[in-house]
């Protein structure tokens, strides 16, 4: 079953307060919060979020795929993950 | 350009949107652009050039933002490129624009895309082949830095967006990125990513944009005065490091020179965001960095993106199905080594030469395995520790505080090789660490200390609970325009206000002395030495990591000195090794220099001495000799024709010799003055003297010279320098007894002059733009003058008074003396001899007199 985009970002919000932010304010991170404009993924993060969102979702990403237009947001993510889930039938 | 971005952009401004608020935004962004102009120009940073791009941005940004958007990226092409042709002239911006068009049309033609890649390829061999000048290029020479800047990275940055799709493209948007307006002032241009370029177009409240450019631009300027004042009173070349200190200073202080790059940056994006561009930063608080990772993420932060997108990613996609640590690991070593081999890379496009220097391979090299091993820790998943009691903040903050200085220490440590000539020369630094005293240990204390509190404060977020998300809630605030506004209007007022003169009337002499020479962009003492030795000494190799000394370089015509020096320059065989050849003239640069039959520049004069004239011999340098102004214009010459004018029979007799120090000084002075029945000597001695001596020296003992006298083979001898040493490293070695030897030669001078009945008269003469804050080292001279035993020091620091450098200086490339400097000079030398003829009338000096209150009037 497909998961909503909101269920995304709550999956992927949950992952990143427990791996790179732990001890915040689960508020403090919205949907908007830019994430590696604002320093909260760099490379070395980035890559093990792409990981992340691969093993769950079962999707894969391209080396060009790691940009700001794809991963800057948790809103951005969600809809790269429904994009690519979408592409995959 | 998104569609929201654009939406963003048009709904500020559309005509129904010019609110009053709007427009008194508007002006405010035109008022503070203008302001920065002001104080660019006031403050002298940057270019010329870049200051006539800055004032066009100041014209041209009210019609810029009234344009509707879609004519907004047109229009700064167009003025991108009018720049170009207004800086660079017709024929050079015609074969620099024609080039650029070339390579983007490459990437746009309707083939293949490999087929588009293997022909920018071939295009971009051929230009290596002209690059190399194994051909000769119809077009100019000049055009190759800038053409280098514009596409040497960006074309592989857009390149890769073009074959993955990554990101819009169309006409004016190739142009714009290419052709952006500040890189023609710019060989070293922050490598802007295409699709950052695109996306951040517009994407924001243009005000925002503005602004943020506008506080850049700001923080550009402040950067680089604090470079320029790093550069003229902190860094200690490798051959004056005395001590642990001196080791500290000069890390630390070679380190902080790259506030030049990381200023310009700001300046560079700054102004792009007056057009639009809301392009992110590109250095981050790098000397708080508290790994090695963190300084690579800090420090040029386009590079490191650029690195990622185009290495790092790549590879480690490919890489990963080893594991993800060593895909990792191993992306970075690679990612390393090409960032090596891009900057040999860049070196070839913007020098026409590769670089491969042995310290620049080890840095690369132990910075690459230092940040490996920084990113196989952190790849490892382990929890970042959440403080939970007031102890265990403290902890993490004294954590915080160790790693930043131990980052730090590390990184200036290598930075200090990186930047030395050659690895035999930084070894040499290095044995100045055996030396330790109380100022080392309290320099080191207080540099540690403000950066250990800087560290904790900045990184807040990292031990204190919620100090991240106050920051990040901050940072999503609504934009306070008028707050940044005001502080933008204060700052560049008060940095304005500190250039005006009228302003510096008020202030203490020191302060206006340091801010005289920050807002002269010349040379410091240590450079200017470089470049006035260079005079015959054919070809310098210009430091890589010196912009101040390369600009003042590249400025000078190719060959600058070399026909003179092959007229007017006779090399000897003992060890005053040259001197002005006899009865020679030639006409260089517009001035004529003469020798008489003796190798003086001077007209001719019997050895002996006539009748009721008192002669007076001066002895110095180029600056003495007249280096730069015609026969008639040496300040010997006029003061000997105004003396003469007055009825007073007087002959000054000019034995100056370009290039000269104290021990050839001493050395002239027994073999060739003494035979001339001189009642005086005149030894005119400058600031950078110790370093003239070291650098004859060591030229002396590099050409494998007998050293014929016996107190420097001694030296030499007690420096432990042997025929095969590294240059670099006799250098730093002799440096040790640079003191020793210069008061040798002065009492050398001085006992000539007693021996042989002369009264002898030692000047300290001032270098043209340049003050210091201290005047240790023109006291030192003072002290080893008197100590010689001369019958007047005199110190004519104040000869220069009220004159501005560019008044004074033979040509912008040439700090030299010209007629004007001489002028002044003359009038200075004619006051000593009158008033040394008063004080002889009146009865003799006594040695070591000072007699500079009287002569400085």
Same mark, same amino acid.
């Given at each position: ?89 | ?295 690579? %993420? ?165 031990? /204190? ?106 090399? %000897? ?26 190798? /003086? ?66 050395? %002239? ?189």
């Amino acid at each position: 079953m497909s998961e909503s985009t909101q269920d995304i970002q709550a999956t992927v919000k949950e992952y990143l307060l427990e791996a790179f932010l732990p001890g915040e304010d689960p508020d403090s991170l919205a949907e908007d919060t830019p994430l590696i404009s604002g320093g909260i993924l760099d490379s070395i993060s980035t890559v093990k979020l792409v990981t992340f969102l691969e093993e769950k979702y079962g999707v894969e990403f391209q080396a060009h795929e790691i940009s700001s237009d794809n991963l800057e947001t948790l809103a951005d993510i969600a809809n790269t993950i429904q994009t690519k889930r979408a592409a995959k039938g | 350009m998104s569609a929201a971005s654009i939406s963003k952009a048009e709904a500020a401004q559309s005509s129904g949107n010019w609110t009053k608020e709007n427009l008194l935004k508007f002006g405010a962004v035109a008022l503070q652009v203008v302001l920065v102009y002001v104080m660019f120009k006031a403050v002298r940073l940057e270019s010329e050039a870049f200051r006539q791009i800055l004032l066009t941005t100041a014209v041209v940004f009210p019609i810029h933002h009234l344009l509707p958007l879609r004519f907004r990226l047109p229009f700064f092409v167009l003025v991108s490129l009018g720049t170009i042709v207004s800086i660079m002239g017709v024929v050079s911006s015609a074969w620099l624009i024609g080039m650029g068009l070339i390579l983007i049309g490459l990437c746009h033609v309707p083939l293949p895309i490999n087929v588009r890649l293997g022909s920018m390829l071939l295009v971009v061999a051929i230009l290596a082949v002209f690059r190399a000048d194994w051909i000769t290029a119809p077009w100019p020479s000049t055009i190759w830095p800038i053409l280098g800047a514009m596409f040497m990275f960006r074309m592989i940055g857009y390149l890769y967006d073009l074959v993955h799709k990554s990101a819009p493209f169309s006409f004016w948007r190739s142009l714009a990125y290419f052709f952006m307006i500040p890189n023609i002032c710019y060989p070293l241009f922050p490598v802007v990513d295409y699709q950052t370029y695109c996306r951040t177009y517009y994407n924001e409240d243009p005000y925002k944009i503005y602004q943020t450019g506008v506080k850049w631009l700001i923080r550009g300027a402040i950067q680089l005065v604090i470079y320029r004042f790093i550069y003229k009173f902190m860094i200690v070349g490798p051959a004056e490091i005395e001590g642990a200190s001196g080791f500290f200073q000069h890390m630390v202080a070679t380190f902080l020179l790259y506030l030049q790059v990381s200023g310009m940056f700001h300046t560079i994006i700054g102004l792009l965001h007056l057009f639009g561009f809301n392009l992110p930063e590109t250095n981050h608080h790098y000397v708080l960095a508290s790994s090695f990772t963190d300084f690579w %993420r800090r420090i040029n932060i386009y590079w490191k993106d650029f690195m990622m997108k185009v290495f790092f990613y790549p590879l480690f996609f490919r890489l990963r199905k080893l594991g993800a640590t060593q895909g990792m690991i191993l992306a970075t070593l690679i990612a390393f080594f090409a960032t090596w081999l891009l900057h040999a890379y860049q070196w070839y496009w913007l020098r026409g030469a590769f670089l491969f220097t042995v310290p620049d391979i080890i840095f690369w090299l132990v910075l690459g395995v230092l940040v490996t091993v920084s990113v196989w820790n952190e790849s490892r998943s382990k929890k970042k520790i959440v403080p939970k009691t007031t102890a265990e903040s403290a902890k993490l903050a004294a954590i915080l505080a160790g790693k930043t200085v131990a980052t730090f220490m590390t990184i200036t440590f290598l930075w200090s090789l990186w930047t030395a000539d050659s690895v035999a020369e930084w070894q040499a630094t290095l044995l100045q660490l055996r030396r330790w005293d109380g100022e080392a240990v309290m320099k080191i204390v207080l540099v540690l200390g403000v950066l250990s509190a800087a560290a904790i404060v900045v990184g807040r977020d990292q031990w /204190m609970v919620g100090a991240a998300a106050k920051q990040r809630a901050a940072k999503m605030k609504p934009f306070n325009f008028w707050q940044g506004a005001g502080t933008n209007v204060a700052t560049s007022i008060f940095m304005t206000a500190m250039a005006v003169s009228q302003v510096q009337s008020y202030m203490n002499p020191t302060l206006v002395a340091v801010l005289d020479a920050i807002e002269h962009p010349s040379l410091n003492a240590r450079d200017a030495a470089v470049l006035q030795r260079g005079y015959y000494e054919g070809l310098i190799q210009v430091d890589r990591f010196n912009a101040e000394l390369q600009a003042m370089y590249n400025k000078r015509p190719k060959g600058y000195f070399v026909e003179w020096s092959a007229a007017m320059i006779a090399k %000897r065989d003992d060890f005053l090794g040259v001197e002005l050849t006899p009865s020679a003239t030639i006409t260089y640069e517009g001035a004529k220099y003469t020798t008489n039959e003796w190798g /003086m520049r001077d007209k001719s004069y019997p050895k002996e001495k006539p009748a009721g004239v008192r002669r007076v011999g001066l002895i110095g340098s180029s600056h003495i000799m007249g280096w730069g102004v015609s026969d008639d214009q040496v300040c010997e010459v006029l003061a000997e024709d105004r003396l003469n004018a007055e009825g007073l029979h007087y002959e000054l007799l000019n034995f100056a010799v370009a290039g000269y120090n104290s021990i050839q000084m001493a050395l %002239r002075l027994e073999q060739k003055m003494l035979d001339f029945q001189l009642d005086d000597v005149y030894l005119f001695c400058h600031r950078t003297e110790k370093q003239w001596i070291i650098t004859y020296l060591v030229e002396q003992v590099m050409s494998g010279k007998e050293i014929t006298e016996p107190f420097i083979r001694e030296i030499v001898e007690k420096a432990g320098i042997t025929p095969d040493m590294n240059e670099a490293v006799v250098k730093i070695r002799l440096s040790a007894y640079g003191t020793e030897l210069l008061k040798w030669s002065l009492k050398r001078s001085a006992d000539a002059c007693r021996a042989n009945g002369m009264r002898s008269v030692w000047i300290f003469t001032p270098d043209i733009g340049r003050v210091s804050t201290s005047t240790r080292d023109i006291d030192e001279l003072k002290e080893c003058a008197k100590e010689a035993g001369y019958d007047q020091v005199l110190d004519i620091s104040d000869v220069f008074k009220g004159h501005t450098e560019k008044e004074l200086m033979v040509s912008e490339y040439d700090d030299h003396s010209n007629a004007l400097a001489h002028s002044l000079l003359a009038d200075r030398i004619y006051q000593i001899v009158k008033s040394n003829g008063a004080t002889i009338a009146g009865g003799a000096a006594a040695p070591g007199e000072t007699a500079a209150a009287t002569i400085a009037q």
